[in-house]
């Protein structure tokens, strides 16, 4: 929890800033099967709303982090929120495929800023152990909006129409403007007036690219999203149009995944203080491997049903807020370069995961379940084998290695 020195109106306003943002990732997910028809596309198309919207999100991350640290922590994320807004108007506006496509790309663009500044802020706030709990109750938090997202989107798709969604976006994000605006104070301490130039803007990601440690928790978290990624990309159209779910039912195997995840982040949360943070870790990342086996055994067996389905992706699902809570607290401590930089890579190779395993469902889409249960499985196994193999938990806060 808070430190009693920190007010807990901030890591709560950061909370309902980012979870606006990540609502926008999944609220409108029910109606893409039914976008097919609105535009007279196919769903390849459709899905690409989701995932140039998640490449957007990933690049602009890059350059929020370091305008971050020159300018300061709060002048960013209001900027990126009015912009937010202004993007969901025009989704919701959108006439055409190709418009609202332009206009997810744009709220890419301006929703990164909530999870750049959040970050930063509350490692800037904590210590390592109390970061632990934050980073844990922030997923937690995190978690209901794309929990409940599916479940309001779907219902909003059938009484109001699919546009529903982006106005409730639009009003959700105005109140939270006017929340931040009068409530976040300005958490950095010193600008730094060279982080904007060049050299520095690029010594900085070149320095945490060849940081193998921290690059091994920051590349986990990209996998493991890309799976999620692929999940909330071919679900809709698996469940909806190939097992016949309605689409205002939906919304509730996914919230199942998503409470999984929650579980997960509960756990670190309670386990802070008494288990380290890298054997959480590698907990999450053999349950997430187990969560997606379980998917191709269900296939190969032919049990594969919307809640056989659920149930595997919750092994998965809570593997993943273990993983959630604990990655991003040891990259920090382990990297070599400012809080900035290190947020915004944190922020934007995750985000590049999401769109990298939506755009590998898009090539690979059949109409069937293998192609997300194969996805998902590889990355698991994958993060696994990079953790194993670069063996991060050596290192210790600050990059320093431990002599042999």
């Known amino acids: 929890m808070p430190s009693p020195s920190v007010p807990i109106i901030i890591p709560a306003l950061l ?12 609220l409108y997910t029910p109606s893409l099967p039914h976008l097919q028809g609105v535009f007279d596309t196919d769903a390849g198309r459709v899905q690409l709303t989701m995932t140039l ?6 690049l602009a991350q890059l350059f929020y982090g370091p305008l971050s640290d020159r300018i300061g922590r709060r002048p960013v994320l209001l900027a990126g929120m009015i912009g937010f807004a202004v993007a969901s108007i025009a989704c919701a506006a959108a006439g055409s495929i190709e418009g609202l496509i332009a206009a997810r790309v744009l709220q890419g663009l301006t929703a990164c800023a909530e999870a750049v ?3 930063a802020v509350i490692r800037e706030l904590y ?14 938090a995190i978690a209901l909006a794309p929990a409940v997202g599916p479940v309001i989107g779907g219902h909003m798709h059938v009484w109001l129409g699919w546009r529903s969604n982006f106005v409730l976006l639009t009003l959700l994000i105005v109140v939270v403007i006017l929340l931040l605006w009068r409530f976040l104070p300005e958490t950095l301490q010193t600008p730094d007036r060279g982080a904007l130039r060049p050299r520095r803007l690029l010594g900085g990601y070149i320095t945490l690219l060849r940081d193998g440690p921290f690059m091994t928790y920051t590349l986990i978290m990209a996998l493991l999203l890309g799976g999620l990624f692929a999940i909330l990309a071919a679900f809709p159209f698996l469940f909806i149009e190939g097992m016949t779910v309605p689409t205002e039912q939906y919304g509730y195997y996914y919230a199942a995944i998503v409470l999984a995840f929650f579980l997960g982040s509960l756990t670190v949360n309670r386990a802070a203080g008494h288990i380290a943070s890298d054997p959480l870790l590698a907990l999450g990342l053999g349950l997430s491997a187990l969560g997606g086996i379980s998917f191709i055994l269900l296939l190969f067996a032919g049990l ?4 056989s389905i659920t149930a595997t992706q919750c092994l998965f699902g809570f593997g993943l807020g273990l993983v959630f809570a604990t990655a991003p607290v040891r990259a920090f401590d382990v990297c070599r370069a400012g809080h ?25 889409h059949d109409g069937s379940a293998w192609p997300v249960a194969v996805i998902l ?3 698991a196994l994958i993060g696994g084998a990079l953790y194993l193999a670069i063996r991060p938990w050596q290192v210790k806060p600050g990059g320093a290695n431990p002599k042999p």
């Open 53 to 58: 919207n998640l490449v957007a999100y990933a």
């Open 127 to 140: 210590d390592e152990a109390s970061a632990v709990r934050v980073f844990a109750a922030y997923g937690m």
């Open 304 to 307: 594969a049903t919307p809640i």
């Open 340 to 364: 900035g930089h290190a947020a915004a890579m944190l922020g934007a190779l995750p985000m590049a995961g999401g769109g990298l395993g939506t755009f590998c469902v898009v090539l690979w």
């Open 377 to 379: 499985t590889l990355t």
């Open 117 to 119: 500044v959040g970050y």
């Open 15 to 26: 909370i309902m800033a980012t979870s606006v943002s990540i609502l926008s990732t999944d």
